[in-house]
């Protein structure tokens, strides 16, 4: 079986707290997933995002504070934003949009964190890997 | 190349039971950069600490990565570990393979798999993390405390007693809370109203607390030590500078209305005082339903006021305020029962809830202490008391116990077998839970002296039948079907977190949990404080519980707030985004997503300028630089690249 290498950011204060409770609950989810975690969402560039693509992964997950929550006032709206053109960038770039999610996950919220990561993980496995070939010079 | 330090925990088993910290052990201890590898059971305990220390100063480390629990947990503790070690604490990093690894995944090759992968990430963060000194901040040693029940009153009396200024805000026109309104107070029976109002009292007559009542928090900017606060002041329709709090004016008003501290079984006038103790002796003008607010006529209020204070005025103010520390003690309701509809939905007079009946035991309550049904008068003889009700009902309420119910439905039979000493008390219950000092005694004295029946089981409906209320239920422990007609009943509805307090914890940028509660910052280790430095908690807003807890939890936030205050300056996380001139080209751009206008372009130089005060170092701008300049310490674009790589097995 295809086993897909997913990258996740997610902030400090909202998502990686979740993850945290997902584990102090012992909830079990899909190992695919390994997580880099920023202070805040809008840490992440684009240029990261892209990155991880072209260094092999097959999916990116980038996790928030519901909006409103941010802790820093405002930073997931910029994230939002962020993404959003980002994906319609994306295809011209060869890699379809669906392999970014952003996903509001709050501190509270461990079993919605398992859950988001079990069911993107199984999204991407039915995408299959990412092919390097099809990935435009621009990404490269 | 740095020397790492790679310290692998197994925290007991928790770890070590799905993680193979042998094998990963053999896996990183090549990794470029690593130059010491080592396990140890307990990382964060002593022997575990002194180690680490040791390995920094026998090989000259000058990066350490702990592999072990949640940074949340352990940061602040191996930060320190390394600093006594003559390392810089910010080349400490953790890499949590518990929470997001040994404890979400069974399968040992895949968990040890995963835990190589987030160490490898974490070493390439730790290889090119620097030096950082924390910035210091000036402290403003003032507090604020938000909700002024025993929790908020006790937090303002030790924190002002401690020498520093307070600011107590409450929404309501009297400080007190729902502790005001209890009769008297399990296991030792004393009344509630000669316990808090000493209290009440020192705190009005405090000098260095300020006192804000009818007000709530509209607007909060800042951080720990230097927070500056919106406060919008209610309009009262008088001067409060000016009243007396002599009560002619409540005395003359014409318009009658239920009181809400009497839940709604006594009246109050359109111009009121909520209690005859209020705090401060202030009355305010209920501007929905004044005659003369609504049509212009009446006014006698302000004819009868000896000392002019009435000014009809509706105009809210709003004052600024500067804090160093806020403690958020905004207490609960308890689960209407207009939502019930299995227990009349609240159209049944003589089915109350336990604040009602608290009005009803207390001397200063409608019924002046005797226990009378609301709807004719008559002193119940049977009387049936329901615990849990919501409570401990994951299917169709609220999942958790609602902590004081089964205190305060035992203090209830008896107080009303003290009553009424021909009646007959029946007690509903799950489980009984006394756990607390004094407390299974008090409990056994009301089975055995005051003859209280408790029944174990539920009851699934109760109705209307004449001027009785039938209740049937099980008792779980015979099996049998049990219906009792009974002359009153009151329920023990869940503790629910208090109104608003979504908006608020918004505003304090602090989290709470799945059922509305505030969330403590850790539930064992930091149970006073929020996530957010300078933000504490205290009382019934984090959890369901009873005044003795409450009144430790409030000094034990107090305590917090005078520790923070006992500090020369504050350090401030040095993990800011600065600006390398060299490449600025002063676009610009950083400066219009930073939410604390902490970045400014100076057109003259070509630059963008940082304030390193006002950055709380979110990174927004760094990932909005288009050319690098702008980084975050520590958190820089090679090394999340570097992190990446290291994931995607590229690393090295
Ligand atoms: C029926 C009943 C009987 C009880 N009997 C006992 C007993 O016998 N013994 C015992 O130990 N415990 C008893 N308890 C528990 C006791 O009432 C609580 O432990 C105690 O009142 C908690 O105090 P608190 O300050 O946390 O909350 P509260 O008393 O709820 O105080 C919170 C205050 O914050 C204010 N506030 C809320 N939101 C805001 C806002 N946004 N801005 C400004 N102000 C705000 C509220 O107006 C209120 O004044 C009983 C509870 C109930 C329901
Ligand atoms: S990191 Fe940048 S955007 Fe965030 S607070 Fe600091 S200067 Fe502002
Ligand atoms: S801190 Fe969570 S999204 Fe900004």
Redesign the interface.
Same mark, same amino acid.
């Given at each position: 079986m295809f086993e897909p290498k997913i990258i996740a950011f997610y902030c400090k204060w909202c998502t990686s707290a979740g993850a945290d409770l997902a584990g102090t609950s012992r909830l079990q989810y899909a190992p695919n997933i390994v997580g880099i975690r920023v202070m805040c969402s809008s840490r992440v560039d684009p240029e990261h995002i892209l990155n991880a693509f072209k260094e092999g992964a097959d999916g990116v997950l980038i996790g928030g504070c519901h909006p409103g929550d941010c802790h820093y006032k405002s930073g997931n709206y910029v994230t939002l934003r962020r993404i959003t053109l980002l994906k319609t960038m994306m295809e011209d770039l060869g890699i379809s949009a669906d392999r970014l999610r952003l996903d509001w996950i709050s501190a509270a919220e461990g079993k919605r964190f398992a859950e988001v990561v079990t069911e993107f993980t199984e999204q991407i496995r039915e995408k299959g890997p990412l092919k390097k070939e099809s990935l435009k010079e621009e990404a490269v | 190349m740095k020397k790492i330090g790679v310290f692998l925990c197994h925290c007991g088993i928790n770890i070590s039971a799905t993680v193979d910290i042998e094998k990963a052990m053999e896996a990183l201890k090549d990794y470029p950069g690593v130059a010491h590898i080592e396990d140890y059971k307990y990382m964060c305990s002593d022997p575990g600490q002194q180690l680490i220390k040791k390995k920094i100063k026998d090989l000259g480390l000058d990066g350490v990565v702990v592999c072990a629990c %949640? +940074?949340?947990l352990h940061e602040n503790t191996f930060r320190l570990t390394v600093k006594a070690a003559g390392m810089n604490e910010y080349k400490m990093e953790m890499a !949590?393979i518990?929470? #997001?690894c040994s404890?979400?995944?069974?399968?040992k090759t895949?968990?040890t798999?995963?835990a190589i992968?987030?160490i490898k %990430?974490v070493i390439e963060k730790a290889r090119l993390d620097e030096a950082l000194d924390p910035i210091e901040v000036d402290i403003t040693r003032k507090a604020m405390v938000i909700g002024a029940g025993v929790a908020g009153i006790q937090t303002a009396l030790n924190i002002a007693n401690s020498g520093y200024e307070v600011i107590l805000v409450e929404r309501e026109p009297s400080i007190g809370g729902k502790m005001a309104q209890l009769s008297e107070t399990f296991p030792t029976l004393d009344c509630s109203q000669c316990i808090l109002t000493p209290k009440m009292v020192e705190v009005s007559n405090h000098p260095k607390i300020k006192l804000m009542t009818y007000s709530e928090v509209v607007d909060v900017s800042g951080f720990v030590g230097n927070f500056k606060v919106k406060v919008k002041r209610k309009a009262t329709g008088l001067d409060w500078d000016v009243c007396n709090g002599c009560g002619l004016c409540t005395e003359k008003c014409p318009k009658k209305l239920p009181s809400e501290f009497d839940q709604g079984l006594g009246e109050r006038k359109a111009i009121y005082r909520p209690f005859p103790q209020a705090v401060p002796n202030r009355v305010v003008i209920d501007f929905e339903n004044c005659t003369y607010m609504q049509s212009g006529k009446c006014g006698i209020c302000q004819k009868v006021c000896p000392v002019k204070a009435i000014d009809f005025d509706k105009e809210d103010k709003f004052v600024e305020e500067e804090v160093g520390a806020i403690i958020c003690a905004t207490g609960f309701e308890t689960y209407s029962v207009k939502d019930i509809p299995e227990f009349g939905g609240g159209k049944l007079p003589d089915v109350v809830d336990g604040l009602t009946f608290e009005r009803i035991l207390s001397a200063s309550g409608p019924t002046g202490g005797e226990v009378r049904r609301p709807s004719d008068g008559k002193v119940p003889k049977d009387i049936v008391f329901l615990e849990c009700v919501c409570s401990r009902d994951p299917e169709h309420y609220l999942p958790y116990c609602s902590k004081v119910c089964c205190m305060y439905t035992v203090k209830h039979a008896m107080l009303y077998k003290h009553r009424v000493h021909d009646g007959q008390p029946y007690v509903f219950y799950m489980d009984m839970r006394t756990g607390g000092k004094g407390y299974e005694e008090f409990y056994q004295r009301a089975a055995e002296e005051d003859k209280v029946v408790f029944i174990r089981g539920k009851v699934s409906k109760l109705y209307q039948d004449d001027d009785k209320i039938v209740v049937c239920g099980v008792d779980t422990l015979s099996n049998e079907t049990i219906e009792i007609r009974a002359d009153m009943v009151v329920l023990a509805t869940a503790i629910v977190p208090s109104k608003g307090i979504r908006e608020l914890t =918004?505003l304090l940028?602090i /989290? &709470?949990? #799945?059922h509305g509660f505030l %969330?403590e910052a850790h539930p064992k280790l930091r149970p006073v404080e929020s996530?957010?430095a300078g933000v504490y908690l205290a009382g019934c807003a984090q959890s369901p519980r009873d005044i003795p807890d409450t009144v430790s939890q409030a000094s034990g936030a107090a305590s917090m707030v005078c520790t923070l205050f006992a500090n020369e300056k504050l350090k401030h996380e040095p993990?800011i985004v600065g600006v390398n001139e060299d490449i600025c080209s002063g676009c610009g751009i950083c400066t219009v997503?930073c +939410?604390?206008d902490a970045r400014k372009t100076n057109l003259e130089k070509k630059l963008v300028e940082v304030n390193e005060v006002l950055c709380?170092?979110?990174? $927004?701008c $760094?990932?909005?630089c288009p050319s690098g300049a702008a980084q /975050?310490n520590n958190?820089t674009?090679n090394q999340? !690249?570097a992190?990446? =790589?290291a &994931?995607?097995? =590229?690393g090295g």
């Open positions: - | %949640s +940074p949340t !949590n518990r929470e #997001q404890w979400v995944h069974k399968d895949v968990a798999e995963k992968k987030i %990430s =918004k940028k /989290q &709470i949990d #799945q %969330s996530l957010t993990i997503v +939410p604390y709380e170092g979110c990174g $927004a $760094a990932a909005a /975050q958190y674009d999340i !690249n992190m990446i =790589k &994931i995607l097995g =590229k």
